[in-house]
């Protein structure tokens, strides 16, 4: 997940100059997401299900890193756009205004204790460093306005700013005094100026913070907004067009299902009305798939594109695609071939990759090779394909495989993962299960073409031979379909799970 200031802030330079900047945080694994399907489920299933990945991740030493990147616009270029710099709704295209790299954030270590650390950690926008100070943004305005407020409440105390994880490393001196929980025994006045000389306000000389002057052009300041922001539909038309067919089913589908849920016929025609000003095409599909007249176009759709905003098209330079950090359900059962599994483990392991091993109880699970083990995570009831980035069946030998047509969660596992475009594995007897019970009928065709002791894949799906030598060859080829993240080519029309 990316992080975007959504204001537009000033920085200034030693000489005083002034510039309006955008802040990004750019992740390193990529922009991705789940489907609607998926993210119903999971929070259901794992209402933690974020916060657990990324503590997965940190543990796993599968370090989440973002960069820190900025636009920055002279103020002399502000009104060089067809939009207002300070509309909070607007970005700035990266074709107008690459975005600089000048820093990088690397998650290393999780919290000791989550409440004291993290829940208790109240930002503020008035906090301010030298050389960063608001712009004119009337969103920027308000929050400034109401966070102390806001962090007062969540937290008990007009104090919130003395607990640990909010005070800051170096000492501050200033002239508030009591409120609950309080916790600085201060001495002297609380007023300036005083006989004491003491304490005082920082010159600029010395280090004090000093707002920048503005130039006022001739004429006069008033308090409304640009004729610019007035304009709401140029971007969400930019946007629209930058998608690709896969995230433009998605939106479809996403306005038909909130908008079929609705009863007042009312709501729905001016929602399409609005929808329609972005894109007639967008509206004419949502209106067929609510099985209600069609808008006329009411203007045409200007064309534009960004290369930079679409998660699935793999030409956007913001978006990597690798399997570091993803996390793969390793299923098995009594009788399982360690050979498959432990390579994979291992391999996976090595690569950032996170392994979690499904078994049927949370105790050894014991492979077809005397003496050998593996400690299970999971058990098939504890867990879901929707908490994994990819599941991989690994075939075996013995009662338990001979019953596996009748494992349901097995069953359920594989269907679901395949509806939700997920890489999809199986090795051994669990290859002719994964065909013919699974996934019947999907996947005939690369099965019929797989050597028993090859590797196969097609469309996320991989498969490997009962007499597979070379474990290496089913690692690269299942990373490969990982790193994909989802095989959006996949018909999964007739699967229901």
């Not at 955008?22 to 992740?27: A, L, V």
């Not at 002057?213 to 709401?232: A, I, N, T, W």
């Not at 050894?364 to 504890?382: A, H, W």
């Not at 030998?397 to 596996?404: C, I, N, R, T, V």
Request: proline letters at 6%.
């Amino acid at each position: 997940m990316q992080g975007f200031g959504v204001h537009t802030f000033i920085c200034v330079n030693a000489k005083g100059e002034r510039s309006f900047v955008k802040f990004h945080w750019k992740p390193k694994l990529g922009i991705h997401s789940l489907v609607w399907d998926e993210a119903l489920k999971i929070s259901g299933q794992d209402p933690d299900f974020h916060r657990r990945d990324l503590w997965d991740a940190i543990e796993a030493g599968a370090y989440p890193e973002w960069e820190l990147g900025v636009q920055v616009v002279p103020e002399a270029n502000e009104h060089d756009f067809d939009f207002d710099l300070l509309d909070s709704t607007k970005i700035i295209p990266e074709e107008l205004v690459p975005v600089k790299y000048i820093g990088k954030m690397v998650l290393n270590r999780n919290p000791d204790e989550y409440f004291s650390e993290t829940e208790q950690v109240a930002f503020c926008t008035q906090h301010m460093v030298p050389g960063i100070e608001h712009s004119n943004d009337p969103l920027l305005h308000l929050r400034s306005f109401s966070y102390q407020d806001t962090q007062s409440s969540r937290l008990g105390s007009v104090n919130w700013n003395l607990i640990p994880i909010n005070r800051p490393v170096c000492p501050v001196f200033n002239n508030h005094r009591d409120g609950f929980m309080q916790m600085q025994i201060n001495k002297g006045p609380n007023y300036w100026p005083n006989r004491f000389g003491t304490p005082h306000p920082v010159p600029a000389k010395q280090g004090g913070q000093v707002l920048s002057p503005q130039p006022l052009p001739g004429g006069v300041k008033e308090r409304v907004r640009g004729p610019k922001f007035s304009e709401h539909y140029s971007q969400a038309t930019l946007f629209w067009n930058s998608m690709s067919d896969v995230e433009k089913g998605h939106i479809v589908n996403a306005f038909s299902f909130e908008l079929g849920k609705c009863e007042d016929k009312g709501v729905i025609e001016l929602t399409l009305e609005q929808i329609n000003f972005i894109d007639n095409k967008l509206a004419c599909m949502v209106a067929a798939n609510l099985h209600v007249p069609p808008p006329k176009e009411v203007h045409p759709n200007h064309g534009k594109t960004s290369a930079f905003l679409s998660m699935v098209d793999r030409a956007n330079p913001n978006n990597t695609f690798t399997a570091e950090g993803r996390k793969l359900g390793l299923f098995v059962h009594d009788g399982f071939d360690f050979g498959v599994a432990s390579g994979i483990k291992t391999a996976f392991t090595a690569m950032g990759i996170i392994v979690a091993v499904v078994g049927p109880r949370k105790d050894k699970i014991n492979s077809s090779t005397d003496g050998t083990f593996l400690e299970p995570q999971f058990t098939f009831e504890t867990c879901r394909s929707t908490l994994f980035d990819a599941v991989f069946f690994v075939g075996g030998s013995g009662p338990e495989y001979d019953k596996l047509k009748r494992q349901g969660r097995w069953l359920h596992a594989a269907r679901e993962a395949f509806m939700h475009f997920k890489t999809v594995g199986a090795s051994g007897s669990a290859v002719e299960w994964l065909a013919k019970y699974a996934l019947p009928g999907e996947i005939d065709h690369l099965v019929g073409n797989l050597k028993e002791d090859g590797v196969a894949a097609e469309q996320g799906v991989v498969v490997a031979g009962s007499r597979l030598r070379e474990v290496p060859a089913l690692v690269k080829c299942l990373s490969e379909e990982i790193a994909k993240h989802r095989a959006w080519g996949r018909d999964v029309s007739a699967i229901a799970a």
